[in-house]
């Protein structure tokens, strides 16, 4: 996903060839399998469900830039579906994760300081439980 937020970085649409072509190249194809091109195409519209992307009309652009930019109750979702079933997972691991799941390659302040707010707000909704430094979905 941080390959895909790269690319489509740069705040051009593009048309999904042209979308898959361009990841291709980052990720050092030079020609395209039908094999390469599907699990191009499925990368895309996983960032696309994940809020990454946005598809308008078979054109994609980037979504958001930052994650500042996102709906606070979409992040709450898309932090628990970041985690991994119901394994308890160490809260600067599950940022980490959750920083990755929407693409982003560092975890900086504030993703951060985001993520920590969601897990407490996950927290007093009873959609998140902790045990000591971990957290886990209910």
């Known amino acids: 996903m941080a390959r895909v937020r790269q690319v489509m970085g740069d705040s051009q649409s593009r048309e999904r060839e042209f979308a898959i072509r361009d ?3 980052e ?3 030079r020609r395209v399998s039908v094999q390469a091109r599907d699990a191009l195409d499925d ?3 996983t960032a696309v469900r994940r809020g990454i992307l946005s598809n308008d009309g078979g054109i994609l652009r980037i979504a958001t830039r930052a994650i500042d930019d ?3 109750a979409f992040l709450k979702d898309q932090f628990l579906a970041a985690l991994e079933g119901r394994r308890w997972t160490d809260r600067d691991e599950a940022i980490r994760g959750f920083a990755r799941w929407l693409g982003f390659r560092r975890t900086g302040p504030t993703i951060d300081e985001t993520a920590r707010s969601l897990i407490n707000g996950l927290l007093r909704e009873g959609r998140l439980e ?3 430094n971990e957290v ?3």
């Open 130 to 132: 902790s045990q000591g």
């Open 23 to 25: 990841l291709a190249r």
């Open 43 to 45: 990368a895309l519209r």
């Open 27 to 29: 990720l050092g194809y």
């Open 70 to 72: 996102y709906e606070r």
């Open 136 to 138: 886990r979905r209910t």
